[in-house]
């Protein structure tokens, strides 16, 4: 028997502050991804379960391009597999939008097509249905 909440999915857009650049050249640090990736895994969890869940493990995060400030990502959780207490969720980051700062302190583009900075699998897990 399938489950109705595989196949489920939950987007964020979020734009990166300067405050956030962490090295050169405006790059964030790979961290930023999987705060993101916390929060879309918590909305995922209220919409299936009616509860936060809590974030119990990765098994794969992939750090494919580079984020910068002045960007704009686009977070997408899809639930991949329902346990009884745990669902596996797929996870990207894509950047969206971009910052231009070679062309004037504000300019910003659409990125056609988005650029996929970070992929993952992460499992959550939920209190027992009572």
Same mark, same amino acid.
């Given at each position: 028997?399938?489950?109705?909440?595989?196949?489920?999915?939950?987007?964020?857009?979020?734009?990166?502050?300067?405050?956030?650049?962490?090295?050169?050249?405006?790059?964030? @640090?790979?961290?930023?991804?999987?705060?993101?990736? *916390? $929060?879309?895994? +918590? /909305? !995922?969890?209220? #919409?299936? @379960?009616?509860? /936060? *869940?809590?974030?119990?493990?990765?098994?794969?995060?992939?750090?494919?391009?580079?984020?910068?400030?002045? $960007?704009?990502? =686009?977070?997408?959780?899809?639930? +991949? #597999?329902?346990?009884?207490?745990?669902?596996?969720? $797929?996870? =990207?980051?894509? &950047? !969206?939008? #971009? *910052?231009?700062? @070679?062309?004037?302190?504000?300019?910003? =583009?659409?990125? $056609?097509?988005?650029?996929?900075?970070? +992929?993952?699998?992460?499992? &959550?897990?939920?209190?027992?249905?009572?």
């Amino acid at each position: 028997m399938s489950d109705s909440r595989v196949g489920l999915t939950v987007a964020h857009r979020r734009y990166v502050p300067y405050s956030h650049a962490h090295y050169a050249g405006s790059l964030v @640090d790979g961290a930023y991804a999987l705060g993101l990736f *916390g $929060d879309v895994a +918590t /909305e !995922v969890c209220i #919409r299936t @379960d009616g509860d /936060e *869940g809590l974030f119990a493990s990765y098994s794969d995060v992939q750090f494919r391009a580079p984020m910068r400030a002045g $960007d704009v990502l =686009e977070v997408t959780a899809t639930v +991949t #597999r329902v346990g009884t207490r745990s669902r596996t969720i $797929d996870f =990207e980051a894509r &950047v !969206v939008c #971009r *910052g231009r700062p @070679d062309q004037s302190e504000s300019a910003a =583009e659409v990125l $056609d097509p988005p650029v996929v900075a970070v +992929t993952a699998t992460g499992t &959550v897990v939920v209190p027992a249905s009572v």
